[in-house]
């Protein structure tokens, strides 16, 4: 459970249509079996995050929104070490029936994974 004041804020989030397909027009991609995870930089000067988990990929409810506040969970814990940019995680069909450590150390894969791209912009 977070604490106070450790939440996930509107300017921690993509929140228009517009957001989303700056992310989606040219982004820099890692993909792994769990996730793809698409990363632009933005000029707000602070990660945000977008999520698009599809009924196509994950079919349940509930498996739609057990991923998705594991993603938020994670990328809380990660974002002050995250470059500004924008992300847009997608779950890929094989994280429907992959459990939370699986989900987290993909996760974690590919946030460290983005963070060495981003010193290359």
């Known amino acids: 459970m ?3 004041g450790e939440g996930f804020p509107k300017t921690a989030r993509l929140l228009t249509a517009a957001q989303f397909e700056y ?3 040219n982004p820099r991609v890692s993909a792994d079996g769990c996730f793809t995870v698409l990363m632009r930089p933005n000029g707000v000067g ?3 995050l977008g999520l698009a ?3 196509r990929r994950v079919n349940k409810a509930s498996g739609r929104n057990r991923i998705k506040r594991l993603v938020r969970e994670s990328f809380r814990l990660r974002c002050s070490r995250l470059p500004a940019a924008d992300f847009v995680v997608m779950a890929r069909t094989a994280a429907a029936t992959a459990g939370g450590k699986e989900l987290w150390k993909s996760l974690e894969s590919h946030w460290q994974r983005l963070i060495a791209e981003s010193r290359r912009f």
């Open 46 to 48: 602070r990660a945000r």
């Open 2 to 4: 977070s604490q106070a």
């Open 23 to 25: 992310v989606f027009e």
């Open 53 to 55: 988990i599809s009924k």
